[in-house]
């Protein structure tokens, strides 16, 4: 098992353009989440699904934001018409149900810059 | 909402030295989880620590060790015996007992002089 893997590592948009990020998670891990850093600040929640299923959703994820996992194994993460604001890390983890609590495993993000 | 606070931007130890990260958090629930994460340059992050709210016993693993305050709602990292590659990013986290997802401070900043 590699870890969670997130593809790309890089991406470099113009703004207004739409990107879509890959991660996929350890294989025996039903659990998945989002999350985004900016520079210098901790990671934000964004959503988490288990299984297909996602079941929480942050207000940090506007309209312009949509995951899927349609399949329970990989997720992708869209961002259409993207902002300058948009520029950050995009980390992926997941977890086990039943042992989350004992912490993620995470992937080592995509950056995005929105120029 | 929980909300968890790293008031320490940068911290810096010389080699072999003694560290201690400071974390305070807030919340309402009785049952909770708290971690440290450490984020090298550029790499993943990295679980280093893991503390149950109903444990009054502070978690260890190696040279790390936390000083968990419950009632103060204090949650504190040691790092003894520092070495070069525990420079990084150190993120305090809180996750409540439902475990449906970690909320993060904004970090603190470890230098390890040689």
């Known amino acids: 098992d590699t870890g969670v893997s997130q593809n790309p590592r890089h991406k470099i948009t113009k703004r207004g353009q739409n990107v879509t990020f890959r991660c996929d998670p350890i294989?025996?891990?039903?659990?998945l989440y989002w999350y985004r850093q900016t520079l210098g600040q901790g990671p934000e929640f964004l959503t988490y699904?288990?299984?297909?299923?996602?079941?929480?959703k942050s207000r940090l994820l506007s309209d312009r934001f949509s995951a899927e996992r349609p399949k329970g194994s990989f997720s992708t993460l869209e961002i259409q018409r993207t902002e300058q604001g948009d520029s950050a890390m995009y980390l992926c983890?997941?977890?086990?149900?039943?042992?989350?609590?004992?912490?993620?495993?995470f992937g080592s993000g995509t950056r995005l810059t929105v120029v | 909402a929980q909300t968890v606070t790293q008031s320490q931007p940068e911290m810096s130890v010389q080699e072999a030295e003694t560290v201690t990260l400071s974390c305070t958090y807030d919340?309402?629930?009785?049952?909770?989880?708290l971690f440290w994460y450490k984020q090298p340059p550029s790499r993943q992050m990295i679980l280093v620590i893991r503390?149950?709210?109903?444990?009054?016993q502070n978690a260890t693993e190696n040279r790390f060790s936390v000083n968990f305050q419950k009632a103060a709602k204090s949650f504190s990292l040691k790092i003894s015996d520092s070495q070069l590659g525990d420079a990084a990013m150190y993120f305090c986290?809180?996750?409540?007992?439902?475990?449906?997802?970690?909320?993060f401070g904004s970090g603190t900043q470890l230098t390890v002089l040689p």
């Open positions: 699904f288990q299984n297909e299923a996602q079941l929480e």
């Open positions: 983890a997941s977890s086990q149900y039943g042992t989350s609590n004992y912490g993620y495993t």
């Open positions: 503390q149950e709210a109903y444990k009054q």
């Open positions: 919340t309402s629930e009785s049952d909770y989880y």
């Open positions: 294989s025996e891990h039903n659990r």
């Open positions: 986290a809180y996750m409540g007992g439902s475990a449906r997802q970690l909320t």
